[in-house]
């Protein structure tokens, strides 16, 4: 079975600064992804990012990339020159097969002005 | 290109009434899938849709059920309507296997 986990329920970061999100994963799959998604007070489910498990270099997307380290089975989010509008929840995802995701419990960031 | 978009946003419910949720993917997307977002359990996976079959379930009373329509727009249902079934529900259309969704802004549902 698949699990994410996201040790930090709350994340504060000061504007411009940048701001590193966990996420672990446990999983039996040799080939997988790792899927960042963005969640606004509004509800809808923004994907930000996504990192294949053979991927040989981290994935950047903009001001996002991932630190994938796949032996630590981790793969953070950093989110650089934060900035107001990056105030969110923000989860970590794995799909096993059959198309069904498995997501962390989320991490909240409140970007500081 | 337009998005998924849910119907309606918000939605209130008296216990034991039953609620049907409206999902329209993003136009060439096949795969449609339901998730239960509450703050106590987290974003947990409701079913899966491709092609009018049910895929996949998740862990949910027989309560919850859902289809798709050949036009691969899909509906949740919820029958006898429970305190505990007030959430965020969001649907998510995929084009790809294990591929990222593209989530909809979700139903607000609260059941009194």
């Known amino acids: 079975a698949q699990k994410i986990t996201q040790t930090q329920p709350g994340m504060f970061v000061q504007e411009k600064e940048a701001v590193t999100l966990d996420c672990t994963y446990d999983t039996s799959d040799q080939s997988y992804g790792l899927f960042w998604y963005k969640q606004p007070s509004s509800g809808e489910m923004i994907f930000l990012i996504y990192?294949?498990?053979?991927?040989?270099q981290n994935a950047t997307e903009g001001r996002y990339s991932l630190n994938f380290q796949k032996a630590r089975k981790s793969a953070n989010l950093v989110i650089s020159a934060s900035q107001l509008g990056d105030s969110a929840m923000y989860f970590c995802a794995i799909p096993p097969t059959g198309n069904q995701f498995y997501f962390g419990t989320g991490t909240s960031l409140t970007v500081i002005p | 290109k337009a998005g998924v978009t849910q119907t309606p946003r918000y939605l209130i419910k008296t216990r034991g009434q039953q609620v049907t949720l409206s999902c329209s993917p993003i136009s060439g997307h096949r795969s449609v899938s339901w998730y239960q977002q509450t703050p106590g359990q987290g974003l947990q996976f409701l079913f899966e849709y491709f092609s009018e079959t049910q895929r996949n379930k998740g862990n949910f009373p027989g309560r919850f059920s859902g289809r798709q329509f050949s036009n691969s727009r899909s509906e949740m249902n919820v029958s006898t309507l429970e305190l505990g079934d007030s959430a965020l529900y969001l649907c998510a259309s995929s084009s790809r296997i294990n591929y990222g969704y593209t989530f909809g802004s979700g139903t607000r549902l609260t059941v009194v």
């Open positions: 990192q294949g498990s053979y991927d040989e």
